[in-house]
T-cell receptor, first 114, second 110 residues
Framework: DAMVIQNPRYQVTQFGKPVTLSCSQT?????MYWYQQKSSQAPKLLFH???????NEADTPDNFQSRRPNTSFCFLDIRSPGLGDAAMYLC?????????????FGPGTRLLVL | EDQVTQSPEALRLQEGESSSLNCSYT??????LFWYRQDPGKGPEFLFT???AGEEKEKERLKATLTKKESFLHITAPKPEDSATYLC???????????FGGGTRVLVKP
């Protein structure tokens, strides 16, 4: 089945220690998104890639970076995690980034910062 | 700015007790309204996309409807496995990002 895969499902890191979360997709979609979701809140968009074009949300902290080396993979780098960065990180994909294109989400990576 | 409000915040149902969830929205030029189901500790699972007022879509015990101001997710004869948080999101012409509501947590008791 075509799908969005996130690894790892759970990640524990130390305060200030860089961490990388990964996402892969077999849907061959052009767009890949990263969301942050804190407990009992709606997902918050951090940034997205349309193909190789990077689109950052205005309120995304500089501490968060992303890479998309090819169509299938996208990475979220947190350069110096703080306690406030503990959250579920969701990767999503869509065929295109306009109109009524549906976004399909992966299972998420739960990040814990000690 | 696009806005989405979901009500109620939480809903407790007995198995078989049908109910409806509301998603009220304001958006500049609706491109799509999306319903997702999210289980604890998991990513949102896509349910429906609605594009224009009057549109309806069904899947098993779920039926989504759309008007110019709101969408309803009807759950008919729910089962315990329908317990989840249901998220509504919209996308308008002003931008290309999804705006989510706060979700409705549904608990179906046997």
């Amino acid at each position: 089945d075509a799908m969005v895969i996130q690894n790892p499902r759970y990640q524990v890191t130390q305060f200030g220690k860089p961490v990388t979360l990964s996402c892969s997709q077999t849907l061959n979609h052009n767009v890949m998104y990263w969301y942050q979701q804190k407990s009992s809140q709606a997902p918050k968009l951090l940034f997205h890639y349309y193909d190789k074009d990077f689109n950052n949300e205005a309120d995304t902290p500089d501490n968060f970076q992303s890479r998309r080396p090819n169509t299938s993979f996208c990475f979220l780098d947190i350069r110096s995690p703080g306690l406030g960065d503990a959250a579920m990180y969701l990767c999503a994909t869509s065929r295109d980034d306009y109109g009524g294109e549906t976004q399909y989400f992966g299972p998420g990576t739960r990040l814990l910062v000690l | 700015e696009d806005q989405v409000t979901q009500s109620p915040e939480a809903l407790r149902l007995q198995e078989g007790e049908s109910s409806s969830l509301n998603c009220s929205y304001t958006v500049s030029g609706l491109r799509g309204l999306f319903w997702y189901r999210q289980d604890p500790g998991k990513g949102p699972e896509f349910l429906f996309t609605l594009y224009s007022a009057g549109e309806e879509k069904e899947k098993e015990r779920l039926k989504a409807t759309l008007t110019k101001k709101e969408s309803f997710l009807h759950i008919t004869a729910p089962k315990p496995e329908d317990s989840a948080t249901y998220l509504c999101a919209v996308r308008g012409t002003a931008g290309n990002k999804l705006t989510f509501g706060g979700g409705t947590r549904v608990l179906v008791k046997p």
